[in-house]
Nanobody, 124 residues
Framework: HVQLVESGGGSVQAGRSLRLSCTVS????????MGWYRQAPEKEREAVAS???????NYANSVKGRFTISQDNAKNTVYLQMASLKPEDTAVYYC???????????????????WGQGTQVTVS
C-alpha cells in the first residue's frame, strides 16, 4: 500500500520560509521520481518542482530561485524548502510520486499515479 504523507505546512508572513516534507512508504523511493504540486482556491493544480531518481530537478518559473526540492533516500522523504514566500504562494501543496520507468512530463499531474493528501500553506 503506497502512502505519501506531507507535513510542514502552516501560516506565515510574506518573506518568511517554510519547509514541507513528504514521507513515502510502500514504494521504492530509490527508483522513483517525486514532484510537488499546489492548488489554490478556484485554480487548477499546478506543478511546482520535481526531482528525479538521478537528482535532476525542475522548477516552475514562478518559484525558481525561491524554492528548492531535495530528497533524503535514507528517510524516504522529499522536501520542498520555500523561501521569500509571497501571498500568491498560498495553496494546498501536494506531494506526488511515480516509478522512474513511468514516462511522462514532470509538469503534468497525470504523470504521477501516487499522491499525498496535501498540506495547507497560507502566506499573508
Amino acid at each position: 500500500h503506497v502512502q505519501l504523507v506531507e507535513s510542514g505546512g502552516g501560516s506565515v508572513q510574506a518573506g518568511r520560509s517554510l519547509r514541507l516534507s513528504c514521507t513515502v512508504s510502500g514504494f521504492s523511493f530509490d527508483d522513483s521520481d517525486m514532484g510537488w504540486y499546489r492548488q489554490a482556491p478556484e485554480k487548477e493544480r499546478e506543478a511546482v518542482a520535481s526531482i528525479a531518481s538521478d537528482r535532476e530537478t525542475n522548477y516552475a518559473n514562478s518559484v525558481k530561485g525561491r524554492f528548492t526540492i531535495s530528497q533524503d533516500n535514507a528517510k524516504n522523504t522529499v522536501y520542498l524548502q520555500m523561501a521569500s514566500l509571497k501571498p500568491e504562494d498560498t495553496a494546498v501543496y501536494y506531494c506526488a510520486a511515480k516509478p522512474t520507468f513511468f514516462c511522462g512530463v514532470w509538469s503534468r499531474a497525470g504523470t504521477y499515479p501516487y499522491w499525498g493528501q496535501g498540506t495547507q500553506v497560507t502566506v499573508s
